[in-house]
């Protein structure tokens, strides 16, 4: 399940409220502290909260754990659907997050408004709903994230691409990796080919690539703290990771494709 939430295999959440509104304030800020979060943006507006700050636009998807603040400067009739519930096993010392959703966001704005519609008549159906709407915002976002689908076939592969995914911040071995799965160094290397088309080195430094973009041209955190956040441990190794992959500088990227909230 995602990051934020990792017992819902095992317990539904309780719903504290679920709704649409639009905002017309130039500035607005709130805070939820009892429950956790989950945004779909349908619009533009500048947004910050403790864990980053970004540039929303249509498709966004913001995921918030308990105690987090909700901060929108120059809302241009942003329509916000959200919903806010209590984990069962609330995890607030994790960070929030966000990715956009691209094709799928029709899917995901059609699943809220019908759950919108059964908060509006207390349906007792609403938890169950609600429960499968996370699991199917879970599967976007884990078929996006990995970029190559979710039909691999090979659950070990799927714990590898996990793996890979919670801890791309982390120094972790193939061979650790492997030990996961009980299997050899050599065997991992052939399944994991086989199944994407990629090493577990390309396939890792790709997705810290991919991170490293969307930080760089989507929030204001410092190119020092998002080399880390995407896992390397000098500046000078993230700077030569970035260039070849985008034939600029981290600050360069990030100068080319966006003006940053202040």
């Not at 990051?3 to 679920?18: G, N, T």
């Not at 994407?196 to 929030?219: D, F, I, N, P």
Request: proline fraction near 6%; charged fraction near 25%.
């Amino acid at each position: 399940m995602l990051e934020l939430f990792d017992d819902l295999d095992s317990m539904p959440p309780k719903v504290d409220r679920i709704g649409s509104h639009f905002k017309h304030l130039r500035e607005e800020r709130y805070r939820h502290l009892p429950h956790a979060s989950i945004l779909l943006a349908d619009g533009h507006s500048e947004f910050h909260t403790e864990d980053f700050s970004m540039n929303l636009k249509p498709g966004d998807v913001i995921v918030l754990p308990p105690g987090r603040t909700r901060h929108f400067i120059r809302p241009e009739r942003l329509m916000l659907r959200f919903a806010h519930f209590y984990p069962a096993h609330p995890h607030p010392e994790k960070t929030g997050f966000f990715f956009h959703s691209r094709e799928k966001f029709l899917l995901l704005r059609t699943g809220m408004d019908a759950l919108i519609l059964d908060s509006i008549r207390n349906s007792p159906a609403l938890t169950a709903k609600f429960w499968n709407f996370l699991f199917t915002l879970d599967d976007i976002y884990r078929a996006q994230q990995y970029g190559i689908g979710m039909a691999i076939g090979d659950p070990r592969i799927e714990t590898i691409l996990d793996t890979i995914h919670r801890h791309r911040a982390d120094t972790i071995s193939i061979s650790e990796m492997a030990g996961r799965i009980g299997v050899s160094h050599n065997h991992l290397s052939r399944l994991f080919r086989r199944a994407t088309g990629m090493t577990v080195m390309q396939y890792m430094q790709k997705v810290r690539m991919e991170m490293a973009e969307e930080l760089l041209t989507r929030t204001s955190i410092p190119v020092k703290e998002v080399a880390h956040y995407c896992g390397f441990r000098t500046l000078q190794y993230f700077n030569r990771a970035v260039h070849r992959a985008f034939h600029c500088s981290p600050r360069e990227l990030r100068e080319s494709q966006q003006t940053l909230p202040h």
